[in-house]
């Protein structure tokens, strides 16, 4: 009983040290909690039990705010069904947030925090005014954002579309968390492909997702800088919201450019369309391929030289501390930073009139190369699981990992064991690069000697 009492106490401890883990923790068990709600018979339109494969890949979809689905979201499930996924969608998102801010706070050493998990430590110890700031911003920033989305797209499904007042409303409100969470789950069997003309419906959406993409600590930024800009008339940036901004921006427009040049006259996606139209729906899909699953045109469709843009798009992501994911535009900047200062044969690798710490280039390294092996390696298990061509399947595990959500259509089809990997995939791509950067800068440790310097040979 004693040793018993003495690991019970060691936890708090534990986490302290290790707060990245409790994350996965919490996580893993919200997932296993949702995957049990969903494979009730109360949550299938049938209102027979799922097998818990399906439900287990739901819930770690929606936790994970991806969207890839082996069953269709809007006839599979109930209504109970549905509020499950919402609900998990939700909380995902909220926790991808929070927590991933108050890791950032806590690795850059603004937050100075004794992880304890009694009410009592936390009200003495956690460094309470920061936690509140986080939290409440978080759940401000959300709220707004949904609901003001949610009155835009309740709005033309009213008056647009004609649904009734109750199903405008869930309709907006659904789409609206889906779209701001970056979880792309819809509930129409085409996605948003209905709405592919119409912008009244297309651009709220990517607004949301965008929001949502660019993460928290930056959206916070904008709104105080706002603020100052008023009293003062001067604006300060920090580094990471400049990066994360420009980045986000040339993306998009590069996205968008590639998209409407490749699939322009493509009679499967693009090519229908009018000019305007078209030009609409390269965009929408720029800026979903930045981590959320919704599609205007038919993804499956599309060349193969498309496909591979996209998945550059997806690898790369959206901001830190948001609900997107991807390796982050920050890490593909700092990288492409480097390489500049390498190529110019500069000492020291600087971006935006900063330079950036040696250590700041491992991680976003680390990141990089532990990614690309993970896709990789993932890639070649699911060919030989499953005879499929290798742009799609290279395809759905960029979009697994990236936490997307986009699919050629393969995803009903993928075996068993192929659903387990993409569940690993999904999990790992959504904590994995916030824990592990975490960890990296927890440990972090400085060196009282130098070992003797020695260049191999490169390239």
């Excluded at 993804?299 to 609900?323: D, E």
């Amino acid at each position: 009983m004693a040793g018993l009492m003495t690991r019970a106490r060691s936890m708090p401890s534990k986490l302290a040290t290790h707060p990245a883990r409790a994350v996965v923790v919490a996580f893993a068990a919200v997932v296993l909690a949702g995957a049990v709600l969903l494979a009730l018979p109360l949550a299938s339109e049938e209102r027979a039990a799922s097998g818990f494969l399906t439900a287990l890949f739901t819930s770690t979809s929606a936790v994970c705010v991806t969207g890839l689905a082996v069953v269709d979201t809007g006839t599979y499930w109930s209504g109970f069904g549905e509020g499950v996924i919402l609900a998990l969608i939700q909380v995902g998102g909220f926790g991808i947030m929070t927590m991933a801010s108050l890791l950032a706070l806590l690795v850059s050493g603004r937050l100075r925090l004794r992880m304890q998990l009694t009410a009592q430590a936390e009200t003495k110890s956690l460094g309470i005014g920061d936690v509140r700031r986080v939290l409440l911003g978080v759940a401000g920033t959300t709220l707004i954002v949904e609901l003001g989305v949610s009155a835009m797209l309740a709005l033309r499904f009213r008056y647009g579309y004609g649904e009734s007042i109750g199903d405008s409303a869930y309709l907006g409100y659904f789409h609206a968390v889906s779209a701001f969470n970056n979880a792309g789950f819809g509930l129409r069997a085409d996605n948003v492909t209905r709405y592919a003309s119409d912008a009244w419906v297309i651009l709220p959406v990517a607004v949301a997702v965008i929001l949502g993409g660019i993460g928290f600590p930056v959206l916070l930024e904008l709104l105080r800088h706002r603020n100052r800009r008023r009293t003062t008339g001067r604006r300060n940036w920090t580094l990471h919201s400049k990066l994360t901004l420009i980045t986000t921006a040339v993306l998009l427009v590069t996205g968008t450019l590639l998209t409407c040049l490749l699939e322009w006259n493509n009679a499967g996606t693009l090519g229908p369309h009018s000019t305007a139209g078209k030009i609409l729906n390269g965009f929408f899909h720029s800026a979903m391929s930045r981590t959320a699953g919704f599609n205007a045109v038919d993804v499956g469709a599309m060349h193969a030289s498309t496909l591979l843009m996209t998945c550059v798009l997806m690898f790369i992501g959206g901001g830190s501390a948001g609900t997107a994911g991807g390796i982050k535009v920050t890490t593909f900047a700092v990288l492409l930073a480097a390489i500049i200062a390498e190529v110019r044969g500069e000492p020291n690798s600087a971006i935006l009139g900063r330079r950036l710490a040696p250590h700041v280039l491992r991680q976003a390294l680390t990141v990089a190369l532990l990614a690309i092996g993970l896709v990789i390696a993932s890639t070649l298990l699911l060919l030989t699981l499953m005879e499929e061509r290798l742009e799609a399947v290279l395809f759905e595990v960029v979009s697994a990992f990236a936490t997307v959500g986009l699919s050629t259509g393969i995803t009903a089809d993928v075996p068993a064991a192929g659903q387990l990997l993409l569940i690993g995939l999904m999990f790992v791509g959504r904590l994995g690069p916030i824990t592990l950067v975490s960890a990296l800068a927890l440990r972090e440790r400085t060196r009282r000697y130098e070992l003797p310097e020695e260049r191999p040979v490169i390239g």
